[in-house]
Every structure is written in C-alpha cells, then in structure tokens.
C-alpha cells in the first residue's frame, strides 16, 4: 500500500496530468476531423493529442496546437505517445525563484537511446533531460552550466521509469525507480548531489525547448510539486503510480 489516495495528498501538487485522464482528440491519425476524449472513452490509437488536462486543481493544462508536433493516442497503454519526438505547450509557466524548492516528476517509457530526450523544459538554458545513451541525465537551471547525473549502466528501452528531480535550496537530486533487467527501487541517479540555486523555468511537457530535444517514447504523469518531497512522500508517490497504471 502506498499510503496516499492519490499524488494530490501530498502538499503543492500544482500540475498533475494523469495517465488516461483528461485527455481529448479533435484530430484522427489521417488529420479528419473528430471529438474524442478519455472522458467519452471514445479514444482510437493514433489519435492526435491537443489537450491533456491537469488534474492538480490549477488548470495548467498542456496543449499542442500544431499537427505536426502532437502526441498520439497508444491505445495498448491508455498512455500518450512521443515516439517522433513530440511535445505540449503548459497554459502558464512554471516560474521557481533562486534556491527555492521543488519536485518534477515525469512517468514514462524510452523508445531508444540514441538521442537526448527532455522531460520539462524551457530553453537551451532550462531543461531535465536524458542524454544521448541514456547514462547521463542532465540539467541546466537558470544557465549556461549543465548539472550531470551520470550512471555506468544505461536506462532500458521500453520499460516504464518514475524519474523524479528535487531541488533543497540549491541541492538539486534525480532519483529513478523501474525497469526490467536493472531494477531501481529509489536510486539515487549518479549517487551524488548537484548545486544549482538559480531560478528555473518550466514551459514544455517533452521537449527542452519549442521542437527541441523531443521525448520519444510513452508518457504516462507528469507532475510538479512547489516544494521538495521527502524520501517517505517519494517512497509513498511511487508505490502509487506503481499500482495505478
């Protein structure tokens, strides 16, 4: 059991979009015109994805308004797809001052390794992505200097990953919980921490920037807490996305 009812029992959950919820249609994997919604149930695969609607209370929803960089319905999963490097656009920023605390979360599969891949984003100077070969995830928070995280073994493919990244002041820590042949139950990525207390902001679900370092793979929550969890709350937070898939 894990305790909580939901990711909403922890305190400063202020965007939660939810696997197989929320989430509508108006176009069809040929571009027809449609109105599909998980609400409906109505979903068909490869439906293109134009909103997916936080669950958190705040209505930072995420959209996508152009065709092309929509994610697509997996009817398999119930889940989003960012196999050709998709991304959403969140309705209102997520703005972090200097070495204030907070939690990203992101819930997903990766469809290969051969390129960096980014969770939450902004720019070239705000990101939380996974490098290329998949033993470094990287971040840059309010600049130039990138933050690296680096592992010997490399995440697997097609398997599902928790990734959840905390920010203490300016201490910022990744940790990582799934996978198949190397399960992580909590791991600590890199076992180290990293300083970096400059503000932070937060504007792409899937991408660094606008068509920039696209997600591939499946995406089942994202989350943002404004404030740092502890390692009971990230204990209590993956049990349950563990038994609520």
């Not at 909403?8 to 939810?18: K, N, S, T, V, Y």
């Not at 998949?134 to 599902?160: C, N």
Request: with cysteine.
């Amino acid at each position: 059991s894990s305790g909580i009812s939901s990711p909403l029992d922890i305190a400063g959950c202020e965007l939660w979009l939810r696997h197989n919820t929320g989430i509508e249609a108006d176009l069809d994997s040929s571009g027809n015109g449609i109105d599909h919604s998980t609400t409906a149930g109505d979903m068909a695969d490869g439906d293109k994805i134009d909103t997916w609607t936080d669950q958190s209370g705040e209505d930072n929803h995420a959209t996508q308004a152009t065709e092309a960089d929509r994610p697509l319905w997996v009817d398999a999963s119930n889940s989003l797809s960012y196999a050709s490097g998709k991304y959403m656009d969140l309705r209102a920023s997520i703005s972090e001052g200097s070495e204030s605390d907070f939690t990203f979360v992101f819930r997903g599969t990766l469809s290969g390794t051969n390129t960096a891949m980014s969770m939450f984003g902004n720019s070239s100077t705000d990101f939380w992505r996974i490098n290329s070969g998949a033993k470094v995830i990287r971040t840059k928070v309010g600049g130039s200097a990138a933050s690296d995280f680096t592992e010997s073994t490399a995440l697997e493919t097609d398997v599902l990953y928790t990734f959840i990244l905390t920010r203490v002041g300016a201490n910022l820590e990744v940790h990582v919980d799934g996978g198949s042949s190397n399960v992580l139950s909590d791991h600590r990525w890199g076992d180290v921490s990293r300083e970096d207390g400059d503000a932070f902001t937060v504007t792409n679900l899937g991408a660094s920037s606008d068509d920039s370092n696209g997600w591939r793979g499946i995406v089942k929550h994202a989350i943002y807490y404004s404030g740092a969890l502890t390692t009971a709350q990230r204990n209590q937070l993956q049990a349950w996305l563990n038994d609520n898939d």
